[in-house]
């Protein structure tokens, strides 16, 4: 997948991973069909968020940047559709993705495990704020099905316990990776 074309008018806000994460590839990608123009707005916070499980505010100011609409009107359509969620309140974000490769590879088992661990599903965060869950359609990673995203670092091939031995770091107060 070439990123060749994509957008010259980023703004200062782009995300540091956005050449090397494919995710970002994919929402360029969305950007590149619609002939990067501020038409593009929705389609593309719907790319982002299918890909993130949320909208940051880097992630809004690089759309701005690139479809050339201003960051202003582009926080009021995300904050507008409930369909969009903005970073989840939670200390640490957990997305699993639910692509159809992940979903053959277990990513519902991960799901469940996980709301077995900590009691929340999908778009929840836990009482204590500590950990948000969500979900993607497809992280642009498909060989390492099932997929799912610490703190923003994709991890393949993962397993229910895999899963839940990085969710119990982050119960347990250790930061460690
Ligand atoms: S379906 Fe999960 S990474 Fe593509």
């Not at 590839?25 to 499980?53: C, D, K, W, Y």
């Not at 880097?58 to 202003?72: C, M, Q």
């Not at 989840?88 to 979903?103: L, M, N």
Request: glycine letters at 10%; charged letters at 20%.
């Amino acid at each position: 997948m070439d990123i060749k074309s994509e957008p010259s008018s980023r703004s200062s806000g782009e995300p540091a991973q956005t050449t090397e994460d494919r995710r970002w590839r994919l929402v360029n990608r969305t950007m590149r069909m619609h002939g990067n123009e501020p038409h593009a707005l929705i389609e593309t916070l719907h790319s982002v968020q299918e890909h993130f499980g949320f909208l940051d505010l880097d992630a809004l100011k690089y759309v701005a940047g690139a479809l050339r609409v201003p960051l202003s009107r582009v926080y009021a359509v995300a904050t507008f559709y409930h369909y969009f969620t903005l970073k989840p309140p939670g200390e640490h974000t957990c997305v699993v993705c639910k692509g159809t490769a992940c979903y053959i590879g277990g990513a519902s088992s991960i799901l469940d495990s996980i709301q077995q661990e900590v009691g929340i599903g999908p778009g929840e965060t836990t009482s204590d704020g500590q950990i948000s869950l969500l979900t993607a359609r497809c992280l642009g990673s498909c060989g390492l099905a099932p997929a799912t995203v610490f703190d923003g670092q994709i991890c393949g091939r993962m397993t229910s316990a895999a899963v839940l031995e990085r969710i119990r770091r982050w119960t347990n107060h250790d930061t460690g990776d």
